[in-house]
């Protein structure tokens, strides 16, 4: 049994910062969480950024700069910070796990950009 919840979205005003968290649950096995993606209604499924095998972090050319990444392996916690957030970052994130050839996702943490 894998779980993973996402944590830390909310309301925020252009140009602030928001610190999304995803930690995975597991009965065996020590995990962490592969990347985060967003989703907006109507939309596909949007990568965010991914955590490659070697422990290399990729994030999506539209948030480079931005958004920062950093894995807790001891707590199988993966913290996502987005900074001098704009409208389009409103979305909700998601993050997922692959793990014995199934992909686990969490339920998801809605983030909106408001003024």
């Known amino acids: 049994q894998v779980q993973l919840v996402e944590s830390g979205g909310g309301l925020v005003q252009p140009g602030g910062s928001l610190r999304l968290s995803c930690t995975i649950s597991?009965?065996?096995?020590?995990?962490?969480?592969d990347g985060w993606y967003r989703q907006t209604p109507g939309n596909q499924r949007e990568l965010v950024a991914l955590?490659?095998?070697?422990?290399?972090?990729h994030f999506a050319d539209s948030v480079k700069g931005r958004f920062t990444l950093w894995r807790d392996i001891a707590k199988n916690t993966v913290y996502l910070t987005i900074n001098n957030m704009k409208f389009e970052d409103t979305a909700t994130y998601y993050c997922?796990?692959?793990?014995?050839?199934?992909?686990?996702w969490g339920q998801g943490t809605p983030v909106t950009v408001s003024s």
């Open positions: 997922n796990a692959l793990f014995s050839g199934t992909m686990y």
């Open positions: 955590i490659a095998s070697d422990g290399e972090i």
């Open positions: 597991s009965d065996s096995v020590s995990i962490t969480p």
